[in-house]
C-alpha cells in the first residue's frame, strides 16, 4: 500500500531559512532519499560542505548560488543544479530563493560535513 505523507516536518535553521521535508530521515525515515521544499531569505548562506550524497536542487523562484573548487554557478528560477558526493559546495542565497531539494541517500547533518 502507498505511504501517504499528510504534511511536512518543518525544520528552522539559522539565517532564518525554512526546510520543510516531505520525505528523509526526520519526517518519513526514509534513509535512501530526502525531498524537501526550502526557502531561503535574501543573504542567507551555509558553510561549506563535502557531502555524502549526490543533492539534486530545482530552483523555483529567485537565485540560488552554488560555489565549488571550480568558481561560482548562479542557478535561477527555471533551472537545476547537481552537487555531486565528495565534492566540496556552499549554497547562499544572495537576492533570495525558493527550491527543492532532493538527496541520494537522505540528507544527514553529519553526512554534509560541514566547514568548520
Known amino acids: 500500500m502507498p505511504t501517504l505523507i499528510p504534511q511536512p516536518t518543518t525544520i528552522r535553521v539559522p539565517g532564518d531559512k525554512r ?20 526557502r531561503s531569505p535574501a543573504g542567507w548562506t551555509e558553510p561549506g560542505q563535502c557531502p555524502d550524497f549526490d543533492e539534486f536542487t530545482i530552483v523555483l523562484n529567485g ?21 555531486h558526493q565528495g565534492e566540496w559546495v556552499r549554497y547562499s542565497t544572495p537576492g533570495g530563493a525558493e527550491y527543492i531539494a532532493v538527496c541520494l541517500p537522505a540528507f544527514t547533518l553529519e553526512g554534509a560535513h560541514r566547514d568548520a
Open 19 to 38: 526546510i520543510d521535508e516531505y520525505i528523509g530521515h526526520v519526517n518519513s525515515a526514509t534513509p535512501a532519499v530526502s525531498v524537501a521544499h526550502m
Open 63 to 83: 537565485t540560488l548560488r552554488v560555489e565549488h573548487e571550480g568558481g561560482v554557478q548562479e542557478v535561477h528560477a527555471g533551472q537545476a543544479v547537481v552537487a
